[in-house]
């Protein structure tokens, strides 16, 4: 009876709403619109790409800080780790002093304005001593801003309209933010892409910069829209502190009186325990999907970009379906089928595979022999990026690198032969035509093409030989078919799970709360790398995406055993006391 009772609360529409309250949610929504170019355009494509080509310049591939030995991308990651972490730690305290005072809107407009500022004046890092350490600090910062604004932004949702609108005000605005940061990461790809055609060195740097700076300008800019339609939530029991130490105190002492009332609020915390399980698995997807993509299948760098913008504009309309689908079934049963959706579409990752050799071209290095030389020449040879990070193919770089129209005798050959099947750092391939190698083909363990005896491949050369090679369905294509189903279900995964949390918050705790939530979220975010990190040292990268996938089935089958619906019963019954 409740459940049915429920679900026909559900089925209202917010095109019934007032239209202050329509207002209103498209301002909320704006916000999404306005602060995804940070998370794509320059945390995604842009700035972590730019920051390891100044941190080579002036280290090269590694150098060590305060005894530790740290990689451009390796201190990237752990830049981005701490901001995380830095908000994971201060969010609750500061949603606990926004609950007590109408300050929700404000540490948005502040979060925001630190985050855009620090992402334009990150254009300057050119003209310091040290921009690479210019660039990370910035982004620190910047990041701290979005991460933090997002706190508040969240906790804005309960106030807008009852709960019962949840799923769908939440997918609206993640569909608005999808296609928002689609779009301006569209143009930013295309401009760049353009000067690096057409323009000098020099001018592609300044053109990126721009880019990046056009990035806080956007992100500025559109949240006027917000912070001019969304109202502040109104406080029942406003605080009568004034001074900082004393609203300290008073938030921390609403924590504690949370975390005495976790009974009261059981299944919300219980979602929380759940949804750091899950999302613990999709995050970590996300970080170490690029990586994943290049360094075991060898997917390209335009495959890869183009796969970023199919993810974005796929998850709009994702968002929009799985809206539609909280409409009719039920917010957690929606949420719970786009888990299920990430748990087949990782089985279907891991069955990635490139396709086995089969022409000339495909392999790496290829040689003829000339009849007037009497020597190998070497006709194609991989090209390395200036902004390459591993560290294995720098080293090969340096002391094997052959350019192309290089001549080799035939001992020569037949000794970089021996390179390419037994030096360790080797991950390429190479065949020979004419000569007394002739049809000589070869291909190193390393290579992305070569599936070992283990049983964590049978899967993937199972799917490569009935479907990869007869429909010659190439790496780079495989990777987008991943941006197409992946979009589809990341909006609805992260909009619906947002909705089920604000379904069970009580508006006079929304950001306190939401607090919490950030802290999961951004706990998770920086966590599950490391879990990964670790199953991929003690044995390889394939198992480390089976142990991200099978976090996500617990957390899927813990979450369907959750009622939300009571949880939002509890809500109801707080805000109307």
């Keep these: 009876m409740l459940r049915n009772l429920f679900r026909k609360q559900e ?58 030995t740290f990689t451009g991308s390796s201190l990237w990651a752990l830049g981005v780790s701490m901001s995380a972490l830095f908000v994971a730690l201060t969010s609750p305290v500061l949603g606990a002093i926004a ?22 004046i990150s254009f300057f890092s050119v003209y310091v001593a040290n921009s690479w350490a210019w660039l990370i600090g910035c982004y620190f910062i910047a990041n701290v801003g979005a991460a933090g604004a ?28 999808y296609v928002g940061g689609g779009l301006l990461l569209l143009f930013h790809l295309i401009i760049i892409q353009g000067a690096r055609i057409y323009l ?13 700076v056009s990035v806080g300008v956007w992100w500025f800019g559109w949240s006027i829209w917000t912070l001019k339609t969304v109202p502040e939530p109104e406080i029942e029991n406003e605080s009568t502190k004034t001074s900082v130490s004393e609203i300290i105190l008073t938030a921390f002492s609403r924590l504690k009186q949370t975390f005495s009332e976790i009974r009261k609020y059981k299944y919300l915390f219980t979602f ?18 690029g990586a994943y993509g290049a360094d075991v299948l060898g997917v390209d760098l335009l495959f890869n970009m183009i796969t970023i913008l199919i ?39 891991l069955g990635f595979a490139p396709l086995k050799l089969t022409k000339n071209s495909d392999y790496d290095y290829q040689f003829s022999y000339s009849q007037e030389t009497k020597k190998y020449v070497l006709d194609s040879a991989p090209e390395f990026s200036s902004t390459e990070e591993n560290i294995d193919i720098i080293t090969w770089e340096k002391n094997y690198h052959l350019e192309k129209g290089t001549e080799l005798e035939e001992k020569e050959l037949s000794k970089f032969m021996d390179i390419i099947s037994n030096e360790t750092t080797s991950s390429f391939s190479l065949v020979v035509v004419g000569g007394e190698s002739d049809s000589t083909k070869l291909v190193s363990k390393n290579h992305s093409s070569s599936l070992s005896d283990s ?53 006079k705790k929304s950001a ?8 999961t979220m951004k706990a998770s975010s920086v966590i599950g790398p490391l879990i990964y990190v670790i199953a991929v040292n003690s044995s390889n990268q394939k198992l480390g995406v089976l142990i991200i996938w099978g976090l996500i089935v617990v957390g899927t089958i813990y979450l369907s055993t959750i009622n939300v619906h009571k949880g939002a019963l509890v809500a109801e019954e707080e805000n109307n006391k």
Excluded at 160 to 172: D, F, H, N, Q, V
């Design 11 to 68: 089925k209202d529409s917010i095109s019934s709403l007032s239209d202050d309250k329509k207002r209103a949610i498209t301002g909320w929504c704006m916000y999404d619109w306005a602060n995804s170019a940070f998370f794509t355009s320059a945390g995604t494509a842009i700035f972590p790409i730019y920051f390891v080509i100044a941190f080579q310049a002036t280290f090269g591939s590694r150098t060590e800080l305060f005894g530790i």
């Design 99 to 120: 609950d007590t005072k109408p300050l929700k809107k404000t540490f948005l407009k502040y979060y925001m304005i630190m985050g855009a500022l620090f992402t334009i």
């Design 150 to 177: 997002n706190v508040f932004y969240n906790s804005l949702l309960p106030s807008l309209a009852p709960s019962r609108y949840a799923s769908e005000i939440s997918t609206k605005g993640y569909a608005y933010g």
């Design 200 to 212: 000098e060195e020099s001018a592609v740097d300044l053109v990126t910069r721009i880019c990046i």
């Design 272 to 289: 929380l325990i759940a949804f750091y399980i899950f999302n613990d698995g999709v995050q970590t997807v996300l970080s170490v999907a």
């Design 311 to 349: 993810v974005q504009f796929v998850a709009a309309p994702g968002s929009t379906l799985f809206g539609w689908l909280a409409y009719r079934i039920g917010t957690k049963e929606a949420l719970v089928i786009a888990l299920s959706g990430w748990v087949v579409i990782i089985i279907f990752v």
């Design 455 to 507: 049983w964590i491949d049978l899967w993937p050369k199972f799917l490569r030989d009935t479907l990869w090679q007869p429909l010659n369905i190439q790496i780079g294509f495989q990777w987008m078919l991943l941006g197409l189903f992946s979009g589809l279900v990341l909006g609805g995964s992260q909009a619906l799970a947002r909705s089920c949390f604000s379904m069970m918050t009580p508006i």
């Design 512 to 519: 306190e709360f939401f607090g919490f939530y950030a802290f």
